[in-house]
C-alpha cells in the first residue's frame, strides 16, 4: 500500500510543471491598459499632463443606494488595480456612501509611461485631481498595502480634506532601507521580466493567504499573469520595477506623528510582508514583516488612531476575511 501511495505521489509531482505550464497557456492575454477585462463599474478617465506626457488616469465613481452625503476613496496596492475593492464598494455604496476607486498611473486600466519619476507625492496630486474634476471637497480615504502608503502621504498633503484614514495592512510600517540592501531599478526590472503564473501563485498563496488557496483568488493572480504573455509586457514590467524603487525608497513611517485626523488601523495578524526580506540575511529578513508589532508600534506614533487586529488574517483581509474587515470599517465611518 504504502509503495502505491509513493508512486502516486511521485507521478502528481512528475506531473506539477506541465500543469503550471498548462497553466501558463491558458491564460488570457490581457493589453497593456486591461481594455479586454472588465471593472466591476463603469470607468472614468482623467487626462493628465505629467512631467511631459499626455496620460489617462482611470477611475470608478460609485453612486450610493441611498446618499449619505459621505464619500469614501480607496487605494489599491502595488499588484492589483481598482477592480478587487468590488466588494469593498457594494457594501459602503449599500451603507450610503459615494465610493471613488481610481487606477494609478503605471497601474490597472491607467496609462503605462516609457519614463516617470514615480514619487507618493505625484501619485497623491493625480489622486486630488480627480476629486476637484468630480467637486468632492472631503473624503475618507481608506488604502491598502501600498496604497496605505500612499493614503498617508495623501492625507499629510491635504489634511483639510481628508476627514478620516483608513490603513488596511499598509507596507511601509517600517524602513526596509535599513534592514535589507537596495535593488536597482534595473535588477528589479530583471526580475518583474521573469514573472510567469506560477511565481505569481505561489507568491500569493505562502505571502498573502498563509498557504490557503481557494478559487476565488484565483483572479487575482490571473490578472497579473495574463498581462505576461502580452507583447507590451516589458513596459508594465518596467512600471512595476519603478514603483517598486517608489516604494522602497520613500518611507511615510517617520511623519506619522503629524497626522491628525481620526485613523483606523486594520491590521491581519498573520502578515509577513516586506519589501527586500528576500534580499537580507536571515537573521534580519526573520524580524521584517512582524505586523503584530508593527501595527501596534503605528497606533502609538499616529495619535488619534482605534488599532482593530484581525486573527488568523494575512496580507489581504478584504479579500480572505470580508466579514471581519467591513464591520469595523463601517462601524469607524459612522463615528
Same mark, same amino acid.
Given at each position: 500500500?504504502?509503495? =502505491?501511495?509513493? %508512486?502516486?505521489?511521485?507521478? $502528481? &509531482?512528475?506531473?506539477?510543471?506541465?500543469?503550471?505550464?498548462?497553466?501558463?497557456?491558458?491564460?488570457?492575454?490581457?493589453?497593456?491598459?486591461?481594455?479586454?477585462?472588465?471593472?466591476?463599474?463603469?470607468? /472614468?478617465?482623467?487626462? %493628465?499632463?505629467?512631467?511631459?506626457?499626455?496620460?489617462?488616469?482611470? #477611475?470608478?465613481?460609485? @453612486?450610493?443606494? @441611498?446618499?449619505?452625503?459621505?464619500?469614501?476613496?480607496? $487605494?489599491?496596492?502595488?499588484?492589483?488595480?481598482?477592480?478587487?475593492?468590488?466588494?469593498?464598494?457594494?457594501?459602503?455604496?449599500?451603507?450610503? #456612501?459615494?465610493?471613488?476607486?481610481?487606477?494609478?498611473?503605471?497601474?490597472?486600466?491607467?496609462?503605462?509611461?516609457?519614463?516617470?519619476?514615480?514619487?507618493?507625492?505625484?501619485?497623491?496630486?493625480?489622486?486630488?485631481?480627480?476629486?476637484?474634476?468630480?467637486?468632492?471637497?472631503?473624503?475618507?480615504?481608506?488604502?491598502?498595502?501600498?496604497?496605505?502608503? &500612499?493614503?498617508?502621504?495623501?492625507?499629510?498633503?491635504?489634511?483639510?480634506?481628508?476627514? *478620516? &484614514? !483608513?490603513?488596511?495592512?499598509?507596507?511601509?510600517?517600517?524602513?526596509?532601507?535599513?534592514?535589507?540592501?537596495? /535593488?536597482?531599478?534595473?535588477?528589479?526590472? *530583471?526580475?518583474?521580466?521573469?514573472?510567469?503564473?506560477? @511565481?505569481?501563485?505561489?507568491?500569493?498563496?505562502?505571502?498573502?493567504?498563509?498557504?490557503?488557496?481557494?478559487?476565488? +483568488?484565483?483572479?487575482?493572480?490571473?490578472?497579473?499573469?495574463?498581462?505576461?504573455?502580452?507583447?507590451? #509586457?516589458? &513596459? !508594465?514590467?518596467?512600471?512595476?520595477?519603478?514603483?517598486?524603487?517608489?516604494?522602497?525608497? /520613500?518611507?511615510?513611517? #517617520?511623519?506619522?506623528?503629524?497626522?491628525?485626523?481620526?485613523?483606523? %488601523?486594520?491590521?491581519?495578524?498573520?502578515?509577513?510582508?516586506?519589501?527586500?526580506?528576500?534580499?537580507?540575511?536571515?537573521?534580519?529578513?526573520?524580524?521584517?514583516?512582524? +505586523?503584530?508589532?508593527?501595527?501596534?508600534?503605528?497606533?502609538?506614533?499616529?495619535?488619534?488612531?482605534?488599532? =482593530?487586529?484581525?486573527?488568523?488574517?494575512?496580507?489581504?483581509?478584504? !479579500?480572505?476575511?470580508?466579514? *471581519?474587515?467591513?464591520?469595523?470599517?463601517?462601524?469607524?465611518? @459612522?463615528?
Amino acid at each position: 500500500m504504502r509503495k =502505491v501511495t509513493f %508512486l502516486l505521489l511521485a507521478l $502528481l &509531482l512528475l506531473q506539477l510543471p506541465t500543469i503550471a505550464q498548462q497553466k501558463q497557456q491558458d491564460l488570457k492575454n490581457l493589453d497593456i491598459n486591461l481594455e479586454n477585462y472588465k471593472y466591476p463599474y463603469p470607468v /472614468q478617465y482623467l487626462p %493628465l499632463t505629467i512631467q511631459k506626457q499626455q496620460l489617462r488616469m482611470a #477611475y470608478m465613481d460609485v @453612486k450610493p443606494t @441611498k446618499a449619505n452625503g459621505k464619500t469614501v476613496m480607496l $487605494l489599491h496596492g502595488k499588484n492589483f488595480n481598482g477592480a478587487y475593492w468590488k466588494q469593498t464598494a457594494d457594501a459602503l455604496s449599500k451603507a450610503g #456612501y459615494r465610493v471613488i476607486i481610481p487606477d494609478q498611473i503605471g497601474f490597472g486600466k491607467s496609462s503605462k509611461p516609457e519614463q516617470l519619476q514615480y514619487t507618493f507625492q505625484l501619485l497623491a496630486t493625480n489622486t486630488k485631481a480627480i476629486l476637484d474634476t468630480l467637486n468632492i471637497k472631503k473624503v475618507a480615504v481608506l488604502g491598502h498595502s501600498m496604497g496605505g502608503m &500612499l493614503a498617508t502621504r495623501f492625507a499629510l498633503m491635504y489634511p483639510d480634506m481628508t476627514e *478620516k &484614514l !483608513i490603513l488596511a495592512n499598509p507596507i511601509g510600517l517600517e524602513d526596509w532601507k535599513r534592514k535589507a540592501p537596495y /535593488q536597482t531599478i534595473d535588477q528589479a526590472y *530583471k526580475g518583474e521580466l521573469q514573472q510567469t503564473y506560477d @511565481k505569481i501563485k505561489k507568491y500569493q498563496l505562502e505571502n498573502y493567504y498563509g498557504g490557503k488557496w481557494k478559487p476565488e +483568488y484565483d483572479e487575482w493572480a490571473e490578472l497579473l499573469a495574463g498581462w505576461t504573455i502580452n507583447e507590451n #509586457y516589458p &513596459l !508594465i514590467a518596467w512600471n512595476a520595477a519603478l514603483t517598486f524603487d517608489m516604494i522602497f525608497t /520613500q518611507p511615510v513611517l #517617520y511623519e506619522f506623528d503629524q497626522l491628525k485626523m481620526p485613523t483606523l %488601523l486594520i491590521i491581519g495578524q498573520r502578515d509577513r510582508t516586506a519589501l527586500g526580506k528576500n534580499l537580507a540575511p536571515k537573521e534580519v529578513a526573520a524580524t521584517m514583516g512582524n +505586523y503584530p508589532q508593527l501595527g501596534k508600534d503605528t497606533a502609538k506614533k499616529i495619535k488619534n488612531s482605534t488599532l =482593530v487586529e484581525l486573527e488568523g488574517v494575512g496580507h489581504m483581509p478584504h !479579500i480572505e476575511a470580508f466579514d *471581519k474587515f467591513i464591520n469595523p470599517l463601517l462601524n469607524f465611518l @459612522k463615528k
